[in-house]
């Protein structure tokens, strides 16, 4: 069992009068972690949201209903919550008429659940999100020898948890999780008619990790039209499986202001979708899977740290470029990914200079630093 950074934080926001509501995808562990939360707590009403039964009770019922429903149990658990279409108002009355009473709501799907729990719960709720397990959690669970052993098997196959736990199928596990929750799961919340369509497109975004984003041209890829492409990307956000990061520019005329690349949350659902499990040593993508791995890996950490820090990449029409930009209270900080630690190099000086910025290069003996949690705090 792996323990989770979210773990000690939820048990701080326990009885605390208000709603607690976890997100993350599907398979990242979410019920696992409520049950690690709860521990031996007996006094526990689990309701899952994908049960007819349950949403017919859940939405829209009244105080007595709500109150036989609990009984005498101190936590309601409602997994999958954002099935459920009033679940807004029913978590409302659970938590001003129930005070006594733990509410816990799960969802896989982050703009479904927060927007059914937006207003109703304003002031009202603790929100965490999940993401596939952190390398530093997996550090912490098997060892310093063990994951720097397991360094390129992670490049590969990522962080899910039934990866690491049954390490001798994680291509079986992968295909998997890719079929029935990546497409599948995709298709059904969003109501896209066109599946091979939204196919072509992960795999096309698989391609060019690491590489600026033109919607124009992912359109032209997969018979879209540019506007359904940005609206199947937020789908995608939506269900934490990529996540886009802008371009930075201020102060010069030659920047790439409107620019973007997108990233994988995890390497192992990147190299699924396209077929490529292979081993490290015969791969031509290296520097992208560095260069993904330690972004998605520090995505993580900023989130479970609830940093204000706001992060983008940096290029000029020169081709000057900076593979990762972090501006926190002012500070910009700029930073280069090397597998290869021969072929590090400084930060463009027009970069340091116009914005007064620190830069540091990320390799394979330093990466830690970049990634460990509590976030860092470069002098």
């Not at 019920?31 to 009770?57: S, W």
Request: proline share 4%.
């Amino acid at each position: 069992m792996i323990t989770r950074i979210l773990e000690e934080q939820i048990k701080k926001r326990l009885f605390s009068g208000k709603a607690i509501i976890l997100t993350g995808p599907r398979q990242a562990g979410k019920t696992t972690l409520v049950n690690q939360v709860l521990g031996n707590e007996k006094e526990v009403l689990f309701l899952d949201g994908d049960d007819p039964t349950v949403i017919n009770l859940l939405n829209r019922p009244n105080t007595e209903m709500i109150r036989q429903l609990i009984g005498r149990n101190k936590i309601v658990f409602v997994d999958e919550s954002q099935r459920v279409n009033g679940i807004g108002l029913t978590a409302k009355i659970m938590v001003d008429r129930f005070p006594d009473v733990q509410l816990i709501l799960s969802g896989s799907s982050s703009f479904e659940l927060l927007n059914l729990t937006h207003e109703p719960l304003t002031g009202r709720k603790w929100t965490f999100t999940l993401y596939p397990v952190s390398w530093i959690e997996y550090q912490e669970n098997v060892g310093f020898l063990k994951a720097e052993q397991d360094l390129e098997n992670r490049l590969v196959y990522g962080f899910y948890p039934e990866v690491l736990t049954k390490p001798e199928e994680p291509a079986i596990i992968l295909k998997e999780l890719t079929e029935s929750y990546l497409y599948k799961d995709i298709l059904i919340f969003a109501g896209i008619k066109k599946p091979d369509a939204i196919q072509k497109l992960v795999q096309a975004l698989a391609w060019q990790v690491g590489n600026e984003v033109v919607y124009s041209e992912l359109a032209d890829t997969c018979g879209l039209d540019p506007k359904t492409v940005a609206s199947y990307i937020e789908i995608l956000e939506n269900a934490f499986v990529v996540f886009r990061l802008p371009s930075f520019g201020r102060n010069l005329r030659n920047e790439i202001k409107t620019a973007k690349k997108i990233f994988f949350y995890d390497n192992g659902i990147r190299n699924a979708v396209i077929g490529q499990l292979q081993p490290l040593a015969s791969r031509k993508d290296i520097g992208a899977l560095w260069e993904n791995f330690l972004i998605s890996e520090r995505m993580k950490i900023l989130g479970y740290g609830k940093s204000l820090t706001n992060c983008y990449f940096w290029r000029t029409k020169q081709q000057q470029e900076v593979d990762f930009v972090e501006e926190t209270e002012g500070q910009i900080t700029g930073y280069e990914f090397k597998w290869n630690p021969k072929h590090t190099k400084r930060l463009p000086q027009t970069f340091i200079q116009t914005y007064q910025s620190q830069g540091f290069c990320i390799i394979r003996e330093n990466f830690r630093e970049f990634i460990h949690y509590p976030i860092p705090v470069k002098s």
